[in-house]
């Protein structure tokens, strides 16, 4: 039978020429013709088929598994690579193109036993240094991950892939000065990118270094002035700092702006504002802020907020119902407990002050050791001194240094005449 000769370099990646019959080598190179036209379903139905009376051949399904990965279909794919692997276990481009495969599939270990078995590190391109690298890194290999980065990163240190994997990484590692570094070799190449200063932001934070964490962010906010998560991430920094006059005037300026419709949208960005709002007393831009938001919606500090509004203008039954509609949805802080109980109290309805006060001594934490003697003083003044009186020793029991508790003790006793 007559032998044409057809160079795998076009095909396989190789260097030596493959000597198939004709009609197999015009077979393939047609197959070649379609998938440089980026006709690949062209390609699977010229390749279904063999010619009459001519031997299968790897080369065969390899294009097949080609085509099928143009079409994105990787079980495919997978299957024809497989089996050109099977008739020949050494052809590296069936390997890697399997491995690509099941990496597109997230099978992450498939994907690096392949890429250990037919990737040289030492000659192979950045593109299957990346490929590995994420594979390890999806495996948490963190060894792996890290020696094929830094093999990278030596061979080829100027592909920003990877140097975003060192980065990453250094992250994975938990390696703030292998993370600062990263950040700063990518931002010294690309200065306007807004993630990479929300990164040193974090870096910064680490180090509790405030001054630069808040410049990090203002600078990631500049980068992508459009970007909410951003600005939310500077606002909160800002408002943990205690710097709440900013938050508000920031607040104020994005609400009246053209990015007031998302930003009053953004659940997590209001909820900020509305705390700065509060924490400085600004009573009609937190009411404004506050009906910005659907009721179903307003976070438990929203709610909070609106609870204190409604007190510094007078309306302690409106703060009630708040604090009630809180406690009616589970919250368990027996602050709230407290506050709804001394409302109840200040209203005279006894009832629900001692119901309130007696739910939060039943919760952790010092606010509810307080609700003892919160119930105690409520007794007192209700004259019911000999149940004051045994709260209180109770109390005093475990909690002997309580002054506070002393000093009602000894009201109790002089009421009682004891």
């Avoid at 990118?193 to 910064?204: C, G, I």
Wanted: hydrophobic share 50%; charged share 25%; glycine share 6%.
């Amino acid at each position: 039978m007559a032998l044409a000769v057809l160079l795998v370099a076009t095909v396989a990646g190789a260097a030596e020429p493959v000597k198939l019959p004709p009609a197999m080598a015009e077979l393939l190179s047609a197959a070649q013709a379609d998938l440089r036209a980026d006709r690949p379903a062209q390609a699977v139905e010229r390749l279904r088929t063999l010619p009459d009376g001519v031997e299968d051949h790897a080369l065969r399904h390899l294009l097949l598994g080609h085509a099928h990965v143009r079409q994105s279909a990787f079980d495919q794919a997978a299957a024809a690579y497989q089996q050109a692997l099977a008739m020949d276990p050494a052809m590296t481009e069936a390997g890697l193109g399997l491995a690509q495969v099941r990496f597109r599939q997230e099978r992450w270990r498939d994907a690096a036993d392949l890429l250990g078995r037919y990737v040289s590190t030492d000659t192979c391109e950045a593109d299957l240094l990346v490929l590995y690298a994420q594979a390890a890194r999806e495996l948490a290999d963190a060894a792996l991950a890290r020696l094929l980065v830094d093999k990278g990163v030596l061979r080829f240190p100027g592909d920003a892939r990877l140097r975003q994997l060192d980065l990453a990484v250094a992250v994975d590692e938990d390696d703030t000065e292998a993370v600062r570094r990263a950040v700063r070799y990518l931002l010294d190449r690309e200065p306007t990118d807004a993630d990479l200063w929300q990164r040193l932001a974090w870096v910064e934070a680490r180090g509790q270094e405030d001054a630069g964490r808040l410049v990090a962010l203002e600078a990631a906010v500049l980068c992508a002035p459009d970007n909410l998560e951003h600005r939310r991430a500077l606002l909160a920094a800002l408002l943990a700092a205690g710097n709440w006059p900013t938050v508000l005037a920031r607040g104020r300026a994005l609400l009246a702006g053209p990015m007031a419709g998302r930003a009053a949208a953004d659940i997590d960005l209001m909820d900020l504002l509305v705390r700065a709002a509060d924490a400085g007393a600004a009573d009609a831009t937190l009411r404004a802020w506050i009906d910005r938001v659907p009721e179903a919606e307003r976070t438990r500090a929203m709610q909070i907020a609106d609870a204190r509004l409604a007190l510094r203008q007078a309306k302690p039954e409106a703060a009630r119902a708040i604090l009630g509609r809180l406690i009616a949805l589970g919250d368990t802080d027996p602050a709230v407990f407290l506050w709804a109980g001394h409302l109840a109290e200040q209203a005279e309805d006894w009832t629900e002050a001692r119901t309130l006060y007696d739910h939060a001594r039943t919760l952790p934490g010092r606010d509810a050791r307080l609700a003892t003697l919160y119930l105690a003083r409520l007794d007192i003044r209700r004259g019911r001194e000999a149940e004051a009186g045994r709260l209180l020793r109770s109390y005093l029991n475990d909690y002997p240094e309580d002054a506070v508790a002393r000093s009602l003790l000894a009201l109790v006793k002089e009421g009682a005449g004891m």
